[in-house]
């Protein structure tokens, strides 16, 4: 099949795997260091030994090729060609490919099925491990598949024959055409929501789901509730189920009783829940809870929707939780994600949400840590990451703001920096001297520790630098005992209430907003504020819009989605923890649509604390940087190291020459 290449055929002689050199009068006999000797023969390789000749020796024989036949030619950059399309029953489409390489060309279907990894080819010589799309083709499969397949094969689609380009601009292209109908929806719709509408139903007529990730505050409930308008003006008696955060359920029941008064749904929660009127189809839509829908999982598994909305989707990223795979046993002609932050870690939590989605869409478990983790989130190829984009682009739309509303007010943010006072450093400095010894000595031998209780350490830690009171559980706040951390918050109060403005202030702790509304109402100061047993989170939010009420307390938790205060200008985190996407997500209910001031964002830091360490970690872990969506979040918990450990349990730089007094 090949012979190789050596040396003018007058200066060499060969003698079995000896070679004979004959030049400017020097002779020597020598083994040729290129070629290894059974090759200096004829040699037949039998099948069973290709997969060891494939990998091991011909990529090693290559360079020494002067002649080789077509067949163990590697083919290296393959077009694809679709000779026809046409749909058939059941929502497939059929298709004739062509696969083409240098001339030749052979018909993938042949392929398919094939169980050598190298196969010989008219085309050339195959390695399976780098067309593993050939085990998924068929010729009849839906219309994500067929764009799938030409995704992975064609980086630029503008490259591919014209009558290939006019069948995939039909199923990936956005075409600007007219809103559907929209009878008995009140809302009036920006420019950008109009095209998020557009992309949802062009989704939606080719039989495809996707993920709409907006920035918050962008409008995705608005958006998702004028789809559900489109189709129940399309068709008759559809089904369409939505499923969010308990914290956000009566968001929605107030958002489709302004925006589309005259349609009809139920609340499905609570003890008693009906379930009859939408099995009936007596009303179009469903509204119901996470944590409802995976109790009764075996009743709505049962009914085959039309249209099913997951709001806040990043609850289920986790492809080895309940709530998963609950939700994959969910039956729905279209699966649409709402999300701001979809990917707050890794890509494997991208993959449970299209594994939701679309599945089969992305490859096995296996195969995808082969071809995209490890790529990506170890070597940072780049590469891997555009093929990534590539696959996964037709299905996300993500807008910020800074592309679509540039009339909303500048939003400022600051790390407001405050040092422990002299008494709090010494009860900090107790807490962390007392809490680590048994992680150092653990360390220091060698052991694993668990991050469950590391965690118990860190909380402790925060607590302290929150404020005493919070570490000692007193009920009220004791004053007397002093805080870098509130005196600050106080100061940025006075001066944001004097100056006419509403004040927004997240905490983590539950306890920490008690003592927040204590002070409040010792000051005569009206405020408002919702956690996550608020039952009427309406009426808190209603209260805040009053002329009297100056501030609003919320947990981050409760507080980061399904609420607007745009009547406030001013947002103070009081307490940072580990995930800034989550602060981001809270902000903006401040900074969205409809704001009219410019927004001010005091994020409160402890100098020389496990608040700075925690930051200066999170910055350090970033593993995802630019690519797959413009803005992404952080680990909530981060897998620490053993340097990351030592480096969190170092004592405040400061506490030997401290002199601050209270």
């Not at 091991?56 to 360079?63: A, S």
């Amino acid at each position: 099949l090949f012979r190789s290449k050596g040396v003018q055929r007058e200066e060499v002689r060969t003698f079995g795997p000896y070679i004979y050199w004959e030049k400017r009068g020097f002779s020597t006999f020598s083994i040729d260091p290129r070629i290894p000797p059974e090759f200096l023969s004829k040699k037949r390789v039998s099948k069973k030994d290709w997969y060891k000749f494939f990998t091991e020796l011909y990529p090693y024989l290559v360079p020494y090729v002067v002649d080789c036949s077509k067949e163990l030619t590697p083919v290296k950059s393959p077009t694809l060609s679709l000779l026809g399309f046409s749909k058939i029953v059941g929502g497939l489409i059929r298709g004739e490919l062509e696969l083409k390489e240098k001339g030749e060309k052979v018909d993938p279907f042949s392929l398919k099925g094939e169980k050598e990894r190298f196969l010989l080819t008219p085309i050339g010589l195959i390695d399976q491990k780098n067309f593993s799309w050939l085990d998924e083709i068929e010729k009849e499969m839906p219309p994500w598949r067929w764009l799938k397949l030409f995704l992975l094969l064609s980086p630029n689609i503008d490259r591919l024959p014209e009558k290939d380009k006019k069948v995939l601009h039909k199923l990936i292209s956005l075409k600007a055409g007219k809103v559907p109908e929209l009878k008995g929806f009140t809302a009036n719709l920006r420019p950008y929501q109009k095209v998020g509408l557009q992309w949802l139903y062009h989704l939606f007529e080719r039989g495809f789901s996707g993920l709409l990730a907006d920035d918050m505050g962008l409008g995705k409930t608005l958006q998702a509730i004028a789809m559900i308008a489109a189709l129940l003006n399309k068709r008759k008696g559809p089904r369409c189920l939505i499923i969010c955060p308990t914290s956000v359920l009566y968001h929605w029941k107030e958002k489709i009783e302004t925006f589309f008064p005259s349609a009809s749904f139920i609340l499905f929660h609570g003890v008693k829940r009906e379930f009859d009127k939408i099995r009936k189809r007596q009303v179009p839509i469903m509204i119901t809870s996470y944590g409802v829908a995976k109790r009764d999982i075996f009743k709505l598994k049962k009914i085959p929707f039309d249209l099913i909305f997951f709001d806040e989707i990043q609850m289920a990223k986790n492809h080895m939780s309940r709530l998963w795979e609950a939700l994959t046993q969910l039956k729905g002609g279209m699966l649409v994600g709402l999300s701001g932050t979809p990917v707050e870690n890794r890509l494997r939590e991208l993959k449970a949400l299209f594994d939701l989605l679309l599945p089969g869409y992305f490859p096995s478990e296996t195969r995808f840590r082969d071809e995209f983790i490890i790529p990506i989130e170890r070597e940072e190829r780049l590469e891997k990451k555009k093929l990534l984009q590539r696959l996964t682009s037709p299905f996300i739309l993500r807008r910020t703001k800074s592309e679509v509303l540039q009339e909303l007010p500048e939003k400022i943010e600051e790390i407001a920096h405050c040092e422990m006072t002299h008494s709090q450093r010494e009860l900090y400095k107790q807490v962390l001297e007392e809490g680590k010894k048994p992680f150092i000595k653990a360390l220091e031998a060698g052991k694993s520790i668990s991050f469950v209780h590391v965690f118990a350490l860190l909380q402790k830690l925060k607590e302290v630098t929150n404020h005493p009171s919070l570490y000692n559980k007193s009920p009220e706040i004791q004053l007397e005992t002093s805080s870098g951390k509130w005196n600050l918050y106080q100061e940025l109060l006075e001066e944001a209430l004097a100056s006419g403005q509403k004040v927004v202030v997240f905490s983590q702790s539950l306890l920490m907003l008690d003592y927040l509304g204590q002070d409040l109402d010792k000051k005569g100061i009206g405020w408002s504020s919702i956690r996550g047993s608020t039952q009427d989170r309406a009426g808190a939010i209603n209260k805040f819009k009053e002329e009297s009420c100056k501030v609003f307390l919320a947990s981050l938790k409760a507080g980061g989605v399904g609420i607007d205060l745009t009547s406030a200008s001013v947002v103070i985190h009081y307490d940072r923890w580990w995930n800034p996407a989550k602060e981001d997500q809270a902000t903006d209910r401040v900074h969205r649509f409809g704001q009219t001031r410019g927004v001010q964002v005091f994020k409160l830091m402890t100098l020389d604390t496990i608040e700075e360490r925690i930051n200066e970690i999170l910055k350090q872990k970033g593993r995802l940087k630019a690519g797959l969506f413009k803005e992404m979040g952080e680990d909530e918990l981060p897998n620490l190291t053993k340097e990351d450990i030592l480096f969190l349990l170092e004592g405040p730089k400061k506490i030997a020459d401290a002199e601050t007094s209270d």
